[in-house]
């Protein structure tokens, strides 16, 4: 997550330089234009004259006029771009708040309508174990630490190939947009280690935090509340294992042998491209009665 410190950056202030310059020259220009026009018959005299007003009164004027315009306009920019990200923001974990971490992976999901061979995803919930007690504990300010530090995790983790989103209060989401059960479970459990081994200071001594993970891997198409609630019953299935631990299950509306198709035709038919489609037997019972 970008700062929201309200601060002009190099991008604004040279927008702002040139916003100047160039108002400024073309005032002076128009300026310059209409005054020899209309001083040209007066003579040479009296044309200089107006000239060199026609040249430095806009010059005077302009260069604090443009510059004062361009400063406020990209200040509002500024405040409209941090508007942006406060409204689709954490305030605290700087992840993207449950609207636009739902609101982004449905989008994906329509996407996914549009490919011939979606990629297999996977939906996370996590779930930090007796946060009530750190609150009670060790304070709201240790618990707001723990959170900063699950979400840092999660972020580091997830890298560029996901999202990741605070669901709310303890509670966060992350979206891998292409995995596999293999690479899923690696990271589920690389997540799971890493916050509890980040250990939370607090005075002269530190605390542990665990999360409990549940995760639905599913292929396309898919709906997101289904595939949601999926995660989220193997996020119940975690905690009344123990707590700290990752429970997963693969959701998928097509059945067994239209799912094995699929995989088939993702993978390809290496026995087919050796033999040379020509050579391919495609005989069966409606060919067979067709030539009798």
Not at 76 to 97: E, F, I, K, P, W
Not at 190 to 209: F, M, N, S
Not at 217 to 228: G, H, K, Q, R, S
């Amino acid at each position: 997550m970008k700062s929201l410190e309200p601060r002009l950056d190099r991008r604004a202030v040279i927008w702002i330089v040139n916003c100047t310059l160039g108002g400024t020259v073309g005032c002076t220009v128009i300026a310059m234009l209409i005054t020899y026009y209309c001083t040209a018959r007066f003579g040479t005299e009296v044309m200089t004259t107006t000239l060199s007003l026609a040249l430095y009164i806009p010059v005077l004027l302009a260069v604090p006029l443009f510059a004062i315009i361009g400063v406020k306009m990209q200040q509002l920019a500024l405040a409209n771009r941090l508007l942006v990200q406060a409204s689709r923001y954490d305030g605290l974990t700087g992840c993207l708040n449950r609207g636009a971490f739902t609101a982004d992976v449905i989008d994906f999901f329509a996407k996914q309508d549009l490919t011939l061979f979606p990629p297999t995803s996977a939906l996370l919930i996590l779930d930090a174990d007796h946060f009530k007690k750190i609150n009670d504990c060790h304070g709201h300010l240790a618990g707001d630490a723990a959170l900063v530090g699950i979400a840092a995790v999660l972020r580091n983790a997830v890298g560029e190939t996901g999202l990741v989103g605070r669901l709310g209060g303890e509670e966060f989401g992350a979206f891998v947009r292409s995995t596999d059960v293999a690479a899923i479970g690696e990271l589920a459990e690389r997540i799971r280690l890493g916050v509890a081994e980040d250990r939370v200071p607090e005075g002269d001594c530190a605390y542990a935090v665990t999360v409990s993970i549940g995760i639905a891997l599913f292929t396309y198409p898919a709906v997101y509340e289904d595939i949601f609630r999926s995660a989220d019953d193997q996020l119940y299935l975690a905690k009344g294992a123990g707590r700290n631990c990752v429970r997963m299950m693969e959701h998928s509306p097509m059945s067994d042998g239209i799912r094995a198709m699929a995989e088939q035709l993702r993978r390809g038919f290496p026995e087919l491209d050796a033999r040379g489609w020509q050579d391919a037997d495609f005989r069966g019972p409606v060919h067979d009665k067709l030539m009798g």
